[in-house]
């Protein structure tokens, strides 16, 4: 379990399909009961979950957000969006401010079934649940747990699917925990805040973080908090903390610190970008083992 945070996994809304509630005739009804569903993922890491949960089921999946997007913190919403929000009958979001930019629309678009992936109080709201793997085996549930409600004709495949991916990801899960326990308590610096949840769960301390807003490079007030905390951090473990950078933002500032420190620059990747494929989660999650270990026994 990640410590100190609770997860209260929840549905957001639940709103009945209007096509459903319509008095059609006969073959109207016979229509609708043969519809395929389509389901609607704001953004990448989602989409993962739900080609991992849907494979097989009589569904249509769509993304909102391109696979290269990122973070969605500057998204805007284009006129293909509005038109897969419209055409959807269910659109799984992240939840927790992620998608602050589809609030207005989902008011004016009741007969749009929402499930979010992560609804939980905490003393920080941070919205990148998936980032951590215990996250990512919560959002799962929950994704899982909307679509049965709201789909029930592939509910049995949605149970299915999901069962299989959680054992995946919880086999993951301990191989993580297993690797990085000799290196808990260690200390590094981050590019922006997308890994609380999996410092939490690894037993990792983020001493500071790059840029509070990625793409957005810190001041030199800022920059130059960061480069004390690090010589800090330094001096107090007796080596240099590593800073990490992530692959979908430009490393300069990170290059500048470690000019000034001595620190070593790495990548971990938040899974907000990748290939799109049922593995791709798993794949980026190793491939952060990989750079940590090298990482943290340097």
């Not at 299989?164 to 326990?181: A, G, R």
């Amino acid at each position: 379990m990640i410590r100190k945070i609770l997860f209260t996994l929840t549905l957001i809304f639940t709103l009945f399909f209007s096509s459903c509630t319509k008095k059609n005739s006969g073959t109207e009804q016979a229509a609708s009961s043969e519809h395929k569903t389509t389901i609607t993922a704001s953004f990448y890491p989602l989409y993962i979950m739900l080609m991992n949960i849907a494979d097989g089921a009589d569904v249509e999946l769509k993304m909102l957000a391109p696979s290269d997007t990122g973070c969605l913190h500057d998204y805007q919403l284009t006129t293909k969006d509005m038109q897969a929000i419209s055409s959807s009958d269910i659109v799984v979001v992240n939840g927790l401010g992620m998608e602050d930019f589809l609030d207005k629309v989902f008011e004016s678009k009741s007969e749009t079934t929402i499930v979010a992936g992560a609804d939980f109080e905490t003393v920080d709201d941070n919205p990148h649940v998936w980032v951590s793997v215990e996250g990512a085996i919560y959002e799962v549930k929950n994704i899982c747990s909307g679509l049965v409600k709201l789909d029930p004709k592939n509910a049995e495949i949605y149970e299915k699917n999901s069962a299989q991916y959680i054992q995946k990801l919880s086999e993951l899960k301990k191989i993580m925990h297993d690797t990085l326990e000799p290196f808990s308590g260690s200390t590094i610096i981050t590019f922006h805040e997308a890994f609380p949840y999996f410092a939490s769960e690894f037993g990792l301390k983020i001493a500071s973080v790059i840029e509070r807003e990625p793409g957005t490079a810190p001041s030199p007030k800022e920059l130059d908090e960061i480069i004390q905390t690090v010589n800090a951090e330094n001096s107090k473990s007796g080596k240099n903390v590593p800073l990490f950078a992530e692959p979908q933002y430009s490393s300069s500032s990170a290059e500048v610190i470690a000019n000034e420190t001595g620190s070593k620059i790495y990548e971990l990747d938040p899974c907000v970008t990748g290939e799109i494929s049922k593995d791709s989660y798993i794949e980026s999650m190793k491939k952060n083992l990989s750079v940590l270990q090298d990482a943290l026994k340097n």
